[in-house]
């Protein structure tokens, strides 16, 4: 069992940055991949990011790419999700997500993921 608690969401101006914190509990946390994705007004939730399990390989959605940055770190049982250039149609409820089975690679699937945090919310205005 893997429980998530994200931190960090704001209120933004529009070129700011946050960072996003996941914090996790369970000792296995450190065998999960993990992602971020997240849900708009009015839309669907949708993938963000994703990082292995096994190292720090990455992959993005294309409309983030060259603006967040996943990372992972081990021994604080923490994902991060910083975020620069931040535009108003980034503004949404973003949550954290462990894959559902230890040792698995990443996915950009919801349906892969088995735990979820409760969301923070992100605002950027204009």
């Known amino acids: 069992q893997v429980q998530l608690v994200e931190s960090g969401g704001g209120l933004v101006q529009a070129g700011g940055s946050l960072r996003l914190s996941c914090a996790a509990s369970?000792?296995?946390?450190?065998?999960?991949?993990m992602g971020w994705f997240r849900q708009a007004p009015g839309k669907e939730r949708e993938f963000v990011a994703h990082?292995?399990?096994?190292?720090?390989?990455?992959y993005y959605t294309d409309s983030v790419k060259g603006r967040f940055t996943i990372s992972r770190d081990n021994a604080k049982n923490t994902v991060y999700l910083q975020m620069n250039s931040l535009e108003p149609e980034d503004t949404a409820v973003y949550y954290c997500?462990?894959?559902?089975?230890?040792?698995?690679?990443?996915?950009?699937?919801?349906?892969?993921?088995?735990?979820w945090g409760q969301g923070t919310q992100v605002t950027v205005s204009s």
């Open positions: 997500a462990a894959m559902r089975f230890p040792r698995s690679p990443a996915s950009t699937r919801e349906a892969s993921y088995a735990y």
């Open positions: 369970g000792r296995t946390f450190s065998s999960h991949s």
């Open positions: 990082i292995q399990w096994s190292g720090p390989i990455v």
